[in-house]
């Protein structure tokens, strides 16, 4: 079974990842935790899961932040009840939608996480 699943052993290797993603608030000069995934549609359960189990391991007021596709920070509303302190959309390279992209980010208000 893959990450992606449900099951139990889906389910163990997300709270491996997240105890080892957690364990990482431990190292010098670490003041905050930032992930990056390019979670696909079908694995974004999965991430949810993994964001919620490192929230959980990691001491209270440690900052958990997280990168986001900017198609997700548009009309995608699954970021909307994350347990993140932060979303940084990536505005990079983004082909024939960048112009339109970009003028969104610039005219919308930050988002409330």
């Not at 995608?76 to 969104?104: A, I, K, Q, S």
């Amino acid at each position: 079974m893959g990450l992606g699943t449900a099951g139990p052993e889906g389910r163990e290797a997300i709270a491996a990842m997240a105890a080892d993603i957690a364990r990482t608030h431990t190292l010098p000069r670490v003041s905050a935790v930032q992930i990056d995934f390019d979670a696909r549609a079908s694995q974004r359960a999965m991430y949810r899961q993994l964001l919620h189990d490192v929230r959980a391991a990691l001491p209270p007021g440690t900052p958990l932040s997280m990168t986001a596709l900017a198609s997700w920070c548009l009309d995608d509303y699954w970021l909307d009840d994350l347990p993140v302190d932060e979303v940084v959309p990536m505005l990079f390279r983004m082909g024939p939608t960048e112009d339109m992209h970009r003028r969104e980010f610039e005219t919308r208000p930050a988002a409330k996480v």
